[in-house]
């Protein structure tokens, strides 16, 4: 079933045991890593960031490690994709039901979509992997992109 | 055969978690044997779309006062909470 998010998710766009203070600063290192493999245009990251500031994307699963799924208009997006961090140390994402409610979040996917129908598939992916809180935990601990595709391929 | 409830799904964007949100609550209902109408918006056009659907269910903070029920919930990505919030869809629904 979750093959179809390694579809998306560039090996080239993994990127494990970030160390980061801010969610700006994940993003931007994730938006980099799809504009330079060809997924968004230059616009995308100050797109994103700016749609993290007005609505915020962090997921509250309930406990310590939470995730966030940061992505924007499909106007910045040139073919869809899927990048993913794991952060050492948790960073603040607002939740996105209430924003002024920051979330220490573990898990980042920062997503390129441009088309609802087609791509929807991507997240709601996301979110069957994420309704696992073994998935959760393995992922968090995952050291390789091996490890990465094993669990959501 | 009434005619089938129409939910209005909202989200930042209108095409990222309003539709993951759509699918699910659909699929959801129709195993209680519910069928609705599905419509998508911005959160910030969902004034401007409220006027004939039946219920507004949305994945970020909805303006106030929309004159219709209103739910804002990430149960459908999170799993958490699921059956509790199809149970008030469902209530709004049959109301």
């Known amino acids: ?153 | 055969m009434t005619k089938p409830k129409t939910v209005l799904f909202a989200c930042g964007t209108g095409i990222a978690t309003s539709t993951v949100v759509a699918h699910a609550v659909e699929d959801a209902l129709k195993k209680r044997g519910i069928s609705i109408a599905t419509r998508q918006c911005k959160t910030t056009e969902v004034a401007s779309h409220v006027a004939d659907v039946d219920l507004v269910v949305s994945t970020a903070q909805l303006p106030k006062d929309l004159g219709k029920p209103a739910i804002t919930t990430l149960a459908f990505l999170t799993g958490i909470g699921k059956d509790d919030v199809l149970d008030k869809i469902e209530a709004i629904l049959k109301a």
């Not at chain 1, 080239?12 to 980099?32: F, K, M, N, P, Q």
């Not at chain 1, 797109?47 to 799924?69: D, H």
């Not at chain 1, 935990?137 to 990465?148: F, N, P």
Request: proline share 7%; hydrophobic share 45%.
């Open chain 1, 1 to 153: 079933m979750a093959q179809a998010l390694m579809n998306y998710l560039d090996p080239g766009a993994i990127i494990l045991g970030v160390r980061a203070e801010t969610d700006r600063e994940v993003i931007s290192l994730l938006a980099e890593r799809l504009h330079a493999l060809g997924y968004v245009k230059p616009s995308f990251a100050d797109a994103v960031l700016a749609r993290e500031s007005q609505l915020p994307t962090g997921l509250p699963l309930g406990g310590v490690n939470n995730v966030a799924v940061p992505h924007t208009d499909p106007e910045h997006v040139l073919k869809p994709g899927l990048a993913f961090a794991t952060l050492i140390q948790p960073v603040a994402f607002a939740n996105m039901e209430d924003p002024d409610e920051k979330l220490p979040v573990r898990l980042v996917f920062l997503m390129a979509l441009n088309d609802k129908d087609k791509q929807v598939e991507m997240l709601q992916e996301i979110a069957g992997a994420i309704q696992s809180p073994a998935t959760i935990e393995a992922l968090i601990q995952s050291k390789s992109v091996e490890d990465v595709s094993r669990l959501l391929g």
